[in-house]
């Protein structure tokens, strides 16, 4: 498949303490199979049971890596409402603009 064409997701784990986890990839499933197989994010070994929380598809990766790096600096409760509720409006759009 065509780099330009792959579609990149964002996603939240969440660890047996309750800890929300931010991360991209191409396959989330298969992302997460790594994670539980303690393989991948050093910050989720032996955290586990782990669990999907979140995962949104987002287009392309330049937007999956601001995306993640938006989320990864929102305080936990704001997270929790992500979870809740998705992406805010606009976050897309607003990830895509260049600077």
């Known amino acids: 498949m065509a780099a330009?064409?792959?579609?990149?997701?964002?996603?939240?784990?969440?660890t047996a303490e309750g800890a929300l986890y931010t991360g991209i990839a191409l396959d989330v499933q298969a992302r997460l199979s790594l994670h539980q197989a303690g393989r991948g994010a050093k910050a989720l070994r032996g955290r586990g049971p782990l669990a999907l929380a979140f995962a949104a598809p987002v287009g392309g990766q330049s937007t999956a890596l601001r995306?993640?790096?938006r989320i990864k600096r929102l305080p936990k409760a704001a997270k929790e409402q992500l979870v809740r509720d998705g992406l805010p409006r606009g976050w897309l759009a607003a990830s895509r603009r260049r600077p």
Not at 4 to 14: D, G, I, K, P, T
Request: hydrophobic letters at 50%; a positive charge; zero cysteines.
């Open 4 to 14: 330009a064409r792959r579609r990149w997701s964002v996603y939240l784990v969440r």
């Open 67 to 69: 995306l993640e790096a």
